[in-house]
């Protein structure tokens, strides 16, 4: 007769078996669940990618229509009988021809202010009880002769200065520049008058680059800030776009601890911020700031870069980027089209990725420029001559190899 199996062993035999069944069951469901967590991390990694490769896209061509506008909302100037675009230098009012001839004023309407040979030796308001707030743009046209006789009150030898107290901060405001005299027309008789309710000490340098060579507006900066230093002691350094016009002058243009965005919102971005780390249009750093970034990156040939450029420098120096509030960093951008001889560059992205690298060897301590001034009523024209083939010979061998590479690649 065969052996009867125990009855508890049986049972014994059972319970392992349903653990043994429940162990690989919840085995299999943890590998399900961790086969589910991994698909979800591949996706989210995959959009994160596509997030990052838009954001690289819509950085690198935010001006040249890649991104949503709404061109209705920029400022469109109104058509007149000149060409101030074409303008020479024979309808500028040079400071002399100004002064010799007070009897113009006639037909305009200015307000009589003494010029500021005696200052009070109290310090000006960090808030003065001149401003106003918010602004409408004045868009009208006038020759520079009238701009000049509408202002020269406020103005001692090209210095703008206010009438009763020492401004907290001299400042130099460098405008990058080439054909756009009728945008310079409109920004001068906008911000003149901002300025001086905010009871600024100012020079304008307007930094005009000859027509051979394609535009270098990081080259052009680095010229305005060396070449003010030379007329005078600066505090502060405003880099200001042509095509910008402020609208606010609670907008306070000082320089602080931090490199400053002033124009933080601008009418053709619906007046937001374009992304967390624009730093372009309207800039200002300390004279000492701008010296520890060495300046601009001064191989951005052309359009494109030179702005995202500037941040790396700044960022890797250890400081961080100060903004005022949106409602008081509002600007109207001047409708413009593609300018000539401002072609967007082609290794703006390549350069961009080497920011760092290259900040001791590219900026102030490697320009080459060759310049003449004319002394005008309200600002200084810095006439500049760059060869920009020599600024990238002269550029680290890494660089131009890279070029060299990418150059060959797209033909």
Same mark, same amino acid.
Request: charged fraction near 20%; hydrophobic fraction near 40%; glycine fraction near 4%.
């Given at each position: 007769?065969?052996?009867?199996?125990?009855?508890?062993?049986?049972?014994?035999?059972? /319970?392992?078996?349903?653990?043994?069944?429940?162990?690989?069951?919840?085995?299999?469901?943890?590998?399900?669940?961790?086969?589910?967590?991994?698909?979800?991390?591949?996706l989210?990694?995959?959009?994160?990618?596509?997030?990052?490769?838009?954001k690289l896209?819509?950085?690198?061509n935010?001006?040249?229509?890649?991104?949503?506008?709404?061109?209705?909302t920029?400022?469109?100037?109104?058509?007149?009988?000149?060409d101030?675009?074409?303008?020479s =230098?024979?309808?500028?009012?040079?400071?002399?021809?100004? /002064?010799? #001839?007070?009897n113009q004023?006639?037909?305009?309407?200015?307000?009589?202010?003494?010029? #500021?040979?005696?200052?009070?030796?109290?310090?000006?308001?960090?808030?003065?009880?001149?401003?106003?707030?918010?602004?409408?743009?004045?868009?009208?046209?006038i020759?520079?002769? #009238? =701009?000049?006789?509408?202002?020269?009150?406020?103005?001692?030898?090209?210095?703008?200065?206010?009438?009763?107290?020492?401004?907290?901060?001299?400042?130099?405001?460098?405008?990058?520049?080439r054909?756009?005299?009728?945008?310079?027309?409109?920004?001068?008789?906008?911000?003149i008058?901002?300025?001086?309710?905010?009871?600024?000490?100012?020079?304008?340098?307007?930094?005009?680059?000859?027509?051979?060579?394609?535009?270098?507006?990081?080259?052009?900066q680095?010229?305005?800030?060396?070449?003010?230093?030379? =007329?005078? /002691?600066?505090?502060?350094?405003?880099?200001?776009?042509?095509?910008?016009?402020?609208?606010?002058?609670?907008?306070?243009?000082?320089?602080?601890?931090?490199?400053?965005?002033?124009?933080?919102?601008?009418?053709?971005?619906?007046?937001?911020?374009?992304?967390?780390?624009?730093?372009?249009?309207?800039?200002?750093?300390?004279?000492?700031?701008?010296?520890?970034?060495?300046?601009?990156?001064?191989?951005?040939?052309?359009?494109?870069?030179?702005?995202?450029?500037l941040?790396?420098?700044?960022?890797?120096?250890?400081?961080?980027?100060s903004?005022?509030?949106?409602?008081?960093?509002?600007?109207?951008?001047i409708?413009?089209?593609?300018?000539?001889?401002?072609?967007?560059?082609?290794?703006?992205?390549?350069?961009?990725?080497?920011?760092?690298?290259?900040?001791?060897?590219?900026?102030?301590?490697?320009?080459?420029?060759?310049?003449?001034?004319?002394?005008?009523?309200?600002f200084?024209?810095?006439?500049?001559?760059?060869?920009?083939e020599?600024l990238?010979?002269?550029?680290?061998?890494?660089?131009?190899?890279?070029?060299?590479?990418?150059?060959?690649? #797209?033909?």
């Amino acid at each position: 007769m065969a052996q009867q199996i125990p009855r508890n062993a049986i049972v014994c035999l059972a /319970q392992k078996t349903r653990a043994t069944f429940a162990a690989k069951s919840l085995i299999n469901r943890c590998l399900k669940r961790i086969l589910r967590l991994r698909n979800i991390c591949i996706l989210v990694s995959f959009l994160i990618s596509v997030i990052f490769l838009y954001k690289l896209s819509f950085i690198s061509n935010r001006n040249i229509g890649q991104c949503v506008q709404n061109k209705t909302t920029l400022l469109i100037l109104p058509r007149t009988n000149i060409d101030y675009d074409d303008v020479s =230098l024979d309808v500028l009012s040079l400071r002399h021809q100004i /002064q010799q #001839q007070p009897n113009q004023t006639q037909d305009i309407q200015v307000q009589q202010l003494p010029h #500021q040979h005696n200052l009070k030796s109290s310090r000006c308001s960090k808030l003065p009880s001149t401003l106003v707030g918010r602004l409408d743009t004045d868009k009208n046209l006038i020759s520079f002769k #009238q =701009l000049g006789l509408k202002f020269q009150h406020l103005f001692n030898h090209g210095r703008l200065q206010p009438r009763d107290c020492q401004a907290l901060q001299r400042l130099a405001i460098i405008i990058p520049f080439r054909k756009r005299w009728s945008h310079l027309i409109v920004l001068l008789n906008n911000l003149i008058p901002l300025l001086s309710r905010q009871q600024a000490d100012v020079n304008f340098f307007v930094v005009e680059q000859s027509s051979r060579s394609t535009f270098n507006r990081g080259a052009l900066q680095n010229v305005g800030f060396l070449e003010a230093l030379k =007329l005078g /002691q600066f505090d502060c350094f405003i880099f200001h776009d042509v095509d910008l016009v402020p609208l606010n002058d609670k907008n306070l243009y000082r320089c602080g601890d931090n490199p400053r965005h002033f124009s933080v919102a601008l009418n053709k971005y619906s007046y937001s911020l374009l992304y967390p780390g624009y730093f372009g249009g309207v800039v200002g750093l300390s004279t000492q700031q701008y010296r520890d970034i060495n300046g601009n990156s001064n191989l951005y040939v052309g359009w494109g870069g030179e702005d995202d450029d500037l941040l790396e420098r700044i960022l890797n120096k250890g400081y961080y980027i100060s903004r005022y509030a949106t409602d008081l960093s509002k600007y109207d951008m001047i409708h413009h089209g593609m300018d000539e001889g401002n072609k967007p560059n082609p290794f703006r992205l390549m350069l961009l990725a080497m920011a760092r690298v290259r900040q001791e060897v590219d900026g102030l301590t490697s320009i080459q420029y060759n310049k003449t001034f004319t002394d005008l009523v309200l600002f200084t024209l810095i006439t500049v001559d760059i060869d920009n083939e020599q600024l990238l010979r002269a550029s680290p061998e890494y660089i131009q190899n890279m070029m060299a590479t990418t150059t060959e690649k #797209q033909d």
